[in-house]
C-alpha cells in the first residue's frame, strides 16, 4: 500500500492500493488495489481495481469521475460535494 500527503501532478499508477490522506490530484490515478481516498482535491479521473473508501474531507471536482471494481465505503462527506459520479465498473 503506498501512502500519499501530498499534490499528484500527472498521471500516477500505484500497484497494490493507494491510501491517499491529504493533497490534489492534477491528472489521472489508476490503482491496482484497495483506495482510501480521506482528504484532498479530484481534479481528474480514478480508476481503482478494487475498493473504494471515501472519508470526511474529500472534493470531487463535477467533471471528476471514480471508477472502482470493488465495494464502496462511505464516512460522513463533506457537504460541499455538489455531484457524485462513481461506478463499480471500467468504461
Known amino acids: 500500500m503506498v501512502e500519499l500527503d501530498s499534490d499528484i501532478y500527472g498521471d500516477l499508477y500505484a500497484n497494490g492500493g493507494l491510501d491517499f490522506t491529504n493533497g490534489d490530484t492534477y491528472?489521472?490515478?489508476h490503482v491496482d488495489g484497495d483506495v482510501s481516498l480521506t482528504s484532498g482535491d479530484v481534479h481528474d479521473?480514478?480508476?481503482?481495481d478494487g475498493d473504494l473508501t471515501l472519508g470526511w474531507t474529500p472534493s470531487?471536482?463535477?467533471?471528476?469521475?471514480?471508477y472502482y471494481t470493488g465495494s464502496l465505503s462511505l464516512?460522513?462527506?463533506?457537504?460541499?460535494?455538489?455531484?457524485?459520479f462513481l461506478t463499480n465498473a471500467f468504461k
Request: glycine content about 8%.
Open 45 to 48: 479521473n480514478i480508476y481503482v
Open 75 to 84: 464516512s460522513l462527506l463533506r457537504h460541499g460535494i455538489r455531484s457524485l
Open 60 to 66: 470531487i471536482d463535477e467533471d471528476a469521475y471514480i
Open 27 to 29: 491528472g489521472e490515478v
